[in-house]
């Protein structure tokens, strides 16, 4: 498919972008066996390793490792990998290609992290998205390979932070610290229940740095008047780094707020004439109307950004997404509640993006299409375990795969969720 195509040179490019723009590019490797074209890859393969294990902490009732991602899956996606099945091969592959896995990955921490809008000025937050994508990387690396270099170097990041990060300013901080705060929590979470070599202070500062920068951040809320996916995206992190910390209270609390979000997120006609207003935020009629873009008829699975464009809805839809995976990991079933809204959305939005034409009545009869990132969790959650026909959400999905990462707050996703039963 064309549009796919296009989709995914975008996305590479845009990785590349962020990457140079803070000199994170680092060279692949270009070791070769004899008899190959210099530059080719050596892909190594996931060797056989005992299956990883989980945990319940006795205090929080909390599944270890359990944050977006559990022992269960891993274990499914190295048995997929070893026996050279796709799309995990390939997934595979492009994670083990990337610069966020090289070992030789230098982290750039600084003490305040400055960010305004659309990070101007950028002050640390480029280094510190795509340091958070580095060390979930490297954490991966290690479930799978069990290489204990990978597991030293998500430590090392994740050391270099928390010995030194203070605070995150500007208009975009609360953004800023959701971002990397989804992507620090998963991969301490992973290196935490998964290795045994993490010196206990540095833990511990790491534990104290997701506790005190970026929790009360991104579980306070955001003015109601900003885009939706920007409290969507802290909520993915306060339940991350909640589930982290062993802390109950601060997950009830994320969840609370989540389902007050995603149903001001995410329209259905039950909800009314007009959409629900952001929690917290009592919006007048007109006021509300301008928030949705001024669309009108509102229609089942419409987000609130729809008519902006769909690279942010797709973030709203993203981390809405990774909340209910987490929740369901550590047993309760936020994806039931929110079925009809999800795959509402997911289907409305997708067969735009496979060209279905752009009725005029629906913002002003243009759309900016480019749904990022692939919606592969939502997909596996209620394609492959609950067995739910989303066809155009199936088409997208597969034809993106395999699924990278952006110094956002996802990464390999098709790696870690596509087809996964677990």
Request: glycine residues 10%; charged residues 20%.
């Amino acid at each position: 498919m064309a549009w796919a195509g296009r989709r995914g040179v975008l996305a590479a490019l845009m990785g590349l972008a962020l990457l140079a723009a803070s000199g994170g590019v680092l060279a692949f490797s270009t070791r070769a066996p004899e008899g190959e074209a210099a530059g080719a890859w050596v892909v190594e393969p996931i060797p056989p390793a005992p299956p990883l294990t989980e945990s319940r902490d006795a205090r929080s009732g909390f599944v270890h490792p359990g944050v977006l991602v559990r022992s269960g899956q891993l274990n499914f996606v190295s048995r997929k990998v070893r026996a050279g099945e796709e799309p995990w091969r390939s997934a595979w592959l492009a994670m083990q290609r990337s610069p966020y896995a090289e070992l030789s990955w230098r982290p750039r921490p600084v003490s305040t992290v400055n960010c305004g809008f659309y990070s101007q000025p950028d002050s640390g937050c480029t280094a510190e998205a795509e340091d958070a994508v580095a060390a979930y990387t490297q954490a991966l690396m290690w479930s799978f390979t069990r290489d204990r270099r990978y597991a030293e170097k998500a430590i090392d990041i994740l050391d270099a932070w928390s010995g030194v990060l203070k605070e995150h300013t500007n208009s975009n901080a609360p953004l800023q610290a959701g971002w990397a705060g989804a992507t620090f929590a998963r991969s301490a979470e992973l290196i935490k229940h998964t290795y045994t070599g993490w010196h206990p202070d540095w833990l511990a500062r790491t534990e104290r740095m997701l506790r005190t920068v970026y929790l009360p951040t991104v579980l306070a809320g955001t003015n109601g008047s900003r885009a939706g996916n920007w409290e969507l995206i802290m909520l993915d992190a306060a339940v991350g780094i909640s589930v982290f910390l062993d802390d109950r209270a601060s997950f009830l609390k994320a969840v609370e707020k989540w389902r007050l979000r995603l149903r001001a997120y995410v329209y259905l006609t039950g909800d009314g004439p007009l959409p629900y207003a952001p929690p917290g935020d009592a919006l007048t009629t007109p006021q509300l109307v301008e928030y949705w873009g001024g669309q009108n008829p509102l229609v089942d699975g419409l987000a609130q950004e729809t008519c902006r464009d769909f690279l942010h809805t797709g973030w709203g839809l993203a981390a809405a997404a990774h909340v209910a995976e987490t929740a369901w990991i550590q047993g309760r079933d936020l994806y039931a509640e929110a079925r009809e809204r999800l795959t509402r959305a997911l289907e409305f939005h997708t067969g735009f993006e496979l060209g279905k034409p752009v009725p005029p009545w629906l913002c002003g009869g243009r759309l900016v299409t480019g749904l990022a990132p692939s919606p592969e969790i939502a997909f596996n959650h209620y394609a492959t375990r609950m067995g739910i026909d989303l066809p155009n959400t199936r088409r997208v999905v597969e034809a993106d795969r395999p699924a990278g990462p952006a110094a956002y707050f996802f990464a390999w996703e098709t790696l870690t969720h596509a087809g996964n039963p677990d």
